[in-house]
């Protein structure tokens, strides 16, 4: 008797976890947008942003959705890789940054990258660098998390980006941050400043 009643519990959990799954999707459908975006989609340094954005071209939303996705707004994130702040900008990185002179570095010292400040304005440039040298937002995407070699690597096989990358992770990223995006589109349709 114990036996059928361990296999008909057994049976039952997955379809707990899937009602679970839906009922987290019904609410997120149908929380009010200010709950959505205080739990799950805050925005952060909105003046920041929107200032580097403006100087970098480009788009805050997608600098928010960097920022949920890499270190989802905590300020002092490391990787084991040693990207540091919020939008998980190496070290090195920010050094080539501010060498190309895409950053001031006496008004954004790159030793500081745990600095909300100086960690947005050297993301931000950095993402504006990649614009500049690719051709989709996709690729950017892409190279923000595995870098501008590895993109150019799968490009040069031909076909699309998203059929050619290589590591799941960037895969995945990808798909999370155009996630994101649209949903701080969404969510803030009059600027990420704005509160309704």
């Known amino acids: 008797m114990r036996r059928t009643s361990f296999f008909r519990w ?3 959990l997955p379809i707990l976890a899937m009602l679970a799954v839906c009922a987290l999707t019904l609410f997120a459908q149908s929380a009010p947008a200010s709950l959505l975006r ?3 989609y805050p925005v952060e340094h909105a ?3 929107e200032a580097a954005s403006a100087r970098h071209g480009v788009d805050p939303y997608l600098v928010c959705a960097v920022i ?4 989802n707004w905590n300020s ?4 084991t890789a040693g990207a540091l702040g919020l939008m998980q900008v190496m070290p090195e990185t920010a050094e080539e940054v501010a060498g190309l002179g895409l950053v001031d570095r006496a008004s954004f010292d790159p030793q500081r990258l745990t600095d909300p ?3 947005i304005e050297y993301g931000v440039a950095y993402l504006g660098y990649l614009q500049r040298a690719l051709s989709s937002q996709d690729e950017v995407i892409a190279a ?4 501008v070699g590895s993109v150019g690597d799968w490009l040069s096989g031909g076909g699309d980006l998203s059929s050619s990358i290589r590591y799941a992770e960037t895969a995945a990223y990808l798909a999370r941050v155009k996630d994101a995006q649209a949903r701080y589109e969404e969510l803030y349709p ?7």
């Open 10 to 12: 057994f049976r039952v």
């Open 38 to 40: 205080n739990l799950l």
């Open 47 to 49: 003046e920041r942003i």
């Open 68 to 71: 949920k996705c890499e270190s």
């Open 76 to 79: 002092d994130a490391s990787s």
């Open 117 to 119: 400040d100086t960690n």
């Open 144 to 147: 923000y998390n595995a870098g």
């Open 190 to 196: 009059r600027g990420i400043s704005s509160s309704s």
